[in-house]
């Protein structure tokens, strides 16, 4: 009994920090329609902020939000001198992207080195619930994944400006007949992509050893997650996508082996999109 | 240029390839459409552009959120115009009929306190019924606020109803132009208008 309590723990927190690691892309490919294959080198830029600022001898809390940022920055940079002028293209973007995650791969390397690389684990320690034991900074995460997840949620559905991406998204020409800045909405949610993929590099990065190419293995079940879940649906989308990525990877795992697990959740993944292409979710919105 | 395509060239959707466009005396030939809209051009497109995945009022608010930032808010005045709005305002755009997005997008636009409102082809799709009624209610609105009202229509009836000029464009040329009595005055514009 406590075995399936504890997978089903394990999946929750999977499920979470999966949906934390997509959460930008959900964003920047789910709401403007940018293929932004550059998402796995944002997050891991992210770690590797965090790695150089923690071993710099900066506050983990604090090198989160720095990590974030820096790559927001970058973000920002890669929208204002490439991405805007290619929205309505979207092979365009996706060419551009993959350029950036190759560049910005490199550099990395050449900064960072290739050796793995590792951040202190700021909560070490277990959880206990009955029998059960929870590392506690996992646990955290995923709480925090949680409420990013809801926050983002809030913003997109409660705010203005939510109602303005909203009004975006369903048709541009419009939006700016009422005078909505559309080019400067775009960036805003470029950018929030990118501090979202810095975001959950950061929070990962004690998680694992960090190397150059941590980000692709998120970059590529990211993917998965938006399609599933159904592009626009931040929250319910994200989550559901994640589950069925990630969270029911550690379920079959304990039918079989984890590498079995891992190719029948992607088949799984493939007849689902075969029969639901816009989404598990889609028309929900 | 065609119709619709004025339209969109004054409202900054189309690039003109030739002249300009002054609003106020100022040039705004290349102004993009969110600063005319700031300058008080209020567009609705043909096929109303409503957005259908937001609420009647997250429509509305859309049109408040274009509208100067010292300028109250018309929603109370919105709503006296188009009662039926007033009685959707939780409900999803794209599922009210013709009609009454047409005047929901009418409303939007009036939200943003325009001083120019072009309306491409409000009749588009729509029962008769509601034509006269959005008819009635452009006519008062321009008679309350003094907001000029350049409409786009192949409904004669409901424009010689609504305007104080015409001028009717045919394949990019302009075939004839006056009050409605001009238009009517000769056999051959009575024929060639079908009235």
């Known amino acids: 009994m406590s075995d399936i309590i504890g997978v089903a723990i394990d999946s929750v927190l999977i499920t979470l920090v999966l949906s934390l690691a997509a959460s930008g892309l959900a964003v920047v490919f789910g709401l403007i329609g940018v293929i932004n294959m550059g998402h796995g080198a944002m997050l891991t830029l992210g770690a590797y902020l965090t790695w150089a600022t923690t071993t710099a001898g900066l506050p983990f809390i604090l090198a989160v939000p720095l990590a974030a940022f820096g790559v927001a920055i970058v973000g920002l940079l890669l929208e204002h001198v490439l991405i805007r002028h290619f929205y309505s293209k979207p092979f365009e973007t996706l060419l551009l992207t993959w350029g950036f995650f190759m560049v910005s791969t490199e550099v990395i390397k050449i900064v960072f080195g290739t050796d793995f690389r590792a951040v202190s684990n700021p909560l070490p320690g277990t959880i206990e619930i009955g029998a059960l034991q929870i590392p506690a900074y996992r646990a955290v995460v995923a709480v925090l994944s949680l409420l990013i997840l809801l926050t983002i949620g809030f913003i997109y559905k409660k705010t203005t400006f939510g109602l303005r991406i909203r009004a975006l998204v369903q048709n541009q020409e419009v939006a700016s007949l009422l005078g909505q800045d559309a080019s400067m909405l775009y960036k805003q949610v470029f950018v929030a992509g990118a501090f979202l993929s810095g975001l959950a590099g950061a929070l990962i990065s004690p998680m694992l050893s960090i190397d150059p190419y941590i980000g692709n293995v998120y970059l590529v079940r990211s993917f998965f997650v938006v399609t599933l879940g159904g592009l626009g649906l931040l929250v319910e989308g994200t989550i559901i996508g994640s589950f069925v990525i990630g969270g029911s990877e550690t379920i079959f795992a304990l039918a079989t082996s984890q590498v079995f697990a891992q190719t029948i959740v992607f088949v799984l993944a493939v007849v689902l999109l075969r029969f639901f292409p816009r989404g598990l979710l889609a028309g929900r919105d | ?195």
């Open chain 2, 1 to 195: 240029m065609g119709k619709s395509t004025l339209v969109r060239t004054i409202s900054g959707l189309n690039i003109p390839t030739a002249g300009s466009i002054l609003a106020g005396g100022r040039d705004i030939t290349r102004l993009p459409p969110h600063q005319r809209s700031r300058l008080g051009i209020a567009t609705i497109v043909q096929g109303r552009g409503i957005f259908p995945q937001l609420t009647v009022r997250e429509n509305l608010e859309m049109g408040r959120l274009g509208a100067p930032a010292d300028k109250p808010s018309r929603l109370n005045e919105v709503l006296g115009y188009f009662v039926r709005l007033g009685e959707r305002l939780d409900q999803k755009a794209g599922t009210m009929s013709g009609g009454e997005q047409q005047m929901l997008a009418i409303g939007r636009g009036l939200m943003t306190h325009p001083q120019v409102m072009l309306l491409d082809e409000p009749s588009d799709g729509i029962m008769p019924v509601l034509v006269h009624q959005i008819a009635e209610i452009l006519v008062e609105i321009n008679r309350m606020h003094k907001l000029t009202i350049l409409i786009v229509e192949q409904n004669v009836p409901m424009v010689f109803r609504m305007t104080d000029r015409c001028v009717i464009i045919e394949n990019g040329s302009v075939v004839a132009e006056g009050t409605r009595a001009d238009l009517e005055a000769t056999d051959a514009m009575r024929e060639y208008l079908a009235i």
